[in-house]
């Protein structure tokens, strides 16, 4: 039984394109987050839901929109890519924002 | 100045020996929590730890402690009796949470990369 689940796990596209990345978590969790790791592993939140509202919205692009159709899905729409934004994106959930989070595998994300 | 700093990019360890890693952190939020995660070279990351700022113990998970020094803002992970399994990324996390809950920011330091030496 997969925690959280993210899709696809690679993601390879060329630059200018739309695309998007689903989260899914079983856990029964509030809240969600995605963030995006660079080539040297640093590790930066994007942004965060609690009951599918958004309460962490960092200074990131505004080509990066994210969607909680529910309080278990919180999807990750990239208009107009740029090769900036290759990078392991990954979503994460937990019971409440002050509580451990538990990742999904990332998804890898490639710019040609 | 930075949120989460953690101070050593690399560390060997032997095998069966123990091994800590160093974290700093900043804040003035009077409430605020702390997490370890581990990122092996399969890519996942695996949450090992956690220490809330008010909890009077320092938190224990198996192997992994945590030496939580309030006052001098540390919250050094401690592996004890390191497996070759160990050998990955350490990332240390900061959670703050105003009052209320309502705001909360996560900051995630660079990483201490060990390295465990059959």
């Known amino acids: 039984d997969t925690a959280v689940s993210q899709t696809p796990k690679y993601l390879v596209t060329q630059m200018g394109n739309d695309k998007s990345i689903k989260c899914e978590q079983n856990?029964?969790?509030?809240?969600m987050y995605w963030y995006k790791q660079d080539s040297k592993k640093f590790l930066k939140i994007m942004f965060s839901?609690?009951?599918?509202?958004?309460?962490i919205n960092e200074t990131v692009p505004n080509r990066f929109s994210p969607k909680s159709p529910d309080k278990a899905h919180l999807n990750l729409h990239i208009n107009s890519l740029e090769l900036g934004d290759s990078a392991v994106y990954f979503c994460?959930?937990?019971?409440?924002?002050?509580?451990?989070?538990?990742f999904g595998d990332g998804t890898r994300l490639s710019i040609l | 100045a930075q949120k989460i700093t953690q101070t050593q990019p690399g560390m060997f360890v032997q095998e069966k020996e123990a091994v800590t890693l160093d974290c700093t952190y900043d804040?003035?939020?009077?409430?605020?929590?702390l997490f370890w995660y581990k990122q092996p070279s399969s890519g996942e990351m695996i949450f090992l730890i956690y220490?809330?700022?008010?909890?009077?113990q320092n938190a224990t998970e198996g192997r992994y402690s945590l030496n939580f020094q309030k006052a001098r803002k540390s919250a050094n992970l401690v592996i004890s009796a390191s497996q070759l399994g160990d050998s990955a990324m350490y990332f240390c996390?900061?959670?703050?949470?105003?009052?209320?809950?309502?705001?909360?920011?996560?900051?995630f330091g660079i990483g201490t990369k060990l390295q465990v030496i059959p």
């Open positions: 994460a959930s937990s019971h409440a924002p002050n509580q451990p989070q538990h």
């Open positions: 856990l029964g969790h509030d809240t």
């Open positions: 839901y609690n009951n599918k509202e958004l309460i």
């Open positions: 804040t003035s939020d009077p409430s605020y929590g």
């Open positions: 220490q809330g700022s008010y909890d009077q």
């Open positions: 996390a900061m959670r703050e949470v105003s009052q209320g809950g309502g705001y909360q920011k996560v900051t």
